[in-house]
């Protein structure tokens, strides 16, 4: 190979796009939501069998609280895998975060029933949802870094959508596979074993994500910066030199996120335990929202690009926040399987429009030497917070106010802090004249 074709190679690999690796690094994202999605599905079932209780709210809301606690693992995954990033490359990052992800996986698969080994039921459960939440902590940020260094520049937002895209891809999936099964399965044949064909689904994504990754290439701009740069302290450099962005970037996610996990996440729940809707319906519901956020992300994603990241993400944020009580009124008076498809259709846009310009735009804030770190901490210590126990403050808020429109408030709230931290971000960003902020928040 001549020196010219040998320069014009990765011009060339760049010129018809980093599809495999997309692919690679999306594949693990899908796991991880599919599971989660999963698990928030047969969140009633999974509280019969794990957490029984005399008092049905009581299973429900100890199984919703098993959910949010893998939850509190995602920081400190962040922080050890996120930094594993920054320092041993994104490859390596991606091929341990996916490794744990599929042994949570399968604990939660094969685990036997409170009924069947007592006490130490619900706790191999937890400890399945912390693996899975400590993998997936890792995962945002080596996954986002990895997609935005290979891509072009102005292309970041496509491309870095695809994260939001194959979540789209796991929810129809997720929701398909469970209406699959609440449809050709009795009551007693989905809680005595079905629920556990759902899981092992997400056991064959596994192995084929973890070889697509094993076969992929580490990032140039890695690369150059880990020989330009011996040493590295990525976690000291973020919570140093760039704690006010990591704050800001927390509060970007917020709204965003709680709106995903109510709307999306929630709403199968929601929709058998206070509208009376058939579990096969709800399901169907959901499955609406993937495809549509699936479609769209990278709609959404090339408008950032376009018209740039701050002006998208404030009117989406805006919209959703002002949104989300209309909607949860129409279904509460109106509670048909139209009009829950209806509303799902139009969350899976919202989604796409609030979700899809983040991920590019928190690479932004981030040099590549702490990007994996930076991405990491923000994205998951906000879905922490905001995302992971909305089921459970939800769940509780409509048993304590007594009313169904209970989860519109706690969106309202969460997208009104998105949308002061994006205004905050961007004037921070404008006035530092960041290199690659200055077209994302123009």
């Known amino acids: 190979m001549t020196a010219s074709s ?9 010129k018809r796009g980093p599809w495999k690796e997309i692919v690679a690094a999306s594949i693990g994202n899908a796991l991880e939501f599919y599971d989660l999605l999963i698990y928030g599905y047969f969140a009633v079932v999974i509280g019969k069998l794990f957490f ?11 199984s919703v609280a098993s959910f949010g606690i893998s939850f509190l693992m995602r920081p400190l995954g962040a922080i050890v895998l996120g930094s594993y990033a920054d320092r041993a490359g994104r490859k390596a990052s991606l091929t341990m975060s996916i490794l744990i992800m599929m042994i949570g996986t399968a604990m939660i698969t094969f685990t036997p029933s409170y ?21 997936t902590g890792g995962e945002f940020g080596a996954a986002t ?29 997720a929701a398909g596979v469970s209406a699959l099964l609440s449809y050709v399965l009795t009551d007693a044949q989905l809680s005595d074993w079905g629920w556990r064909v759902a899981f092992g ?8 994500g973890f070889y697509i990754r094993s076969q992929i290439d580490e990032t140039p701009d890695f690369k150059k910066v880990a020989a330009d740069t011996p040493k590295k302290t990525p976690l000291r450099d973020v919570l140093v030199k760039g704690h006010l962005s990591l704050l800001l970037a927390i509060g970007v996610v917020a709204g965003a996120t709680a709106f ?6 929630y709403m199968p729940t929601y929709a058998l335990k206070q509208l009376h809707i058939a579990a096969t319906s709800s399901y169907l519901g959901a499955l609406v929202t993937g495809l549509t956020l699936m479609v769209m992300a990278p709609v959404f994603g090339t408008l950032s690009d376009r018209f740039g990241r701050f002006r998208v ?21 109106f509670p048909s399987v139209t009009n829950l498809l209806l509303v799902q259709a139009v969350v899976g846009v919202l989604i796409a429009a609030s979700l899809g310009p983040i991920p590019a735009m928190l690479a932004d804030i981030f040099p590549t030497s702490i990007r994996g770190t930076g991405l990491a901490l923000s994205y998951n210590f906000s879905v922490t917070l905001f995302g992971g126990f909305a089921p459970l403050i939800v769940t509780w808020m409509i048993d304590a106010t007594g009313s169904k429109l209970a989860p519109s408030f706690y969106v309202i709230g969460t997208a009104l802090i998105s949308v002061l931290a994006v205004i ?9 004249g960041h290199s690659s902020g200055d077209r994302a928040f123009h």
């Open 6 to 14: 040998a320069m014009n190679a990765p011009l060339a690999a760049r």
């Open 52 to 62: 029984p209780s005399d008092n049905e709210t009581t299973s429900l809301l100890l």
């Open 115 to 135: 009924e069947q080994i007592g006490l130490a039921a619900p706790l191999l459960i937890v400890v399945a949802r912390m693996l899975q939440g400590f993998s």
């Open 145 to 173: 870094a990895f997609m935005v260094e290979h891509a072009e520049p102005r292309r970041r937002g496509f491309f870095a959508s695809w994260q939001l895209s194959t979540q789209g891809l796991a929810t129809v999936l």
């Open 201 to 208: 689904v997400g056991l064959l994504i596994g192995p084929v």
């Open 260 to 265: 995903n996990y109510v709307h999306k996440l």
């Open 313 to 333: 993400l404030t009117v989406a944020l805006l919209i959703t926040g002002l949104s989300s009580y209309p909607m949860f009124v129409l279904l509460n008076h």
């Open 424 to 432: 905050c971000l961007g004037r921070r960003m404008r006035n530092a």
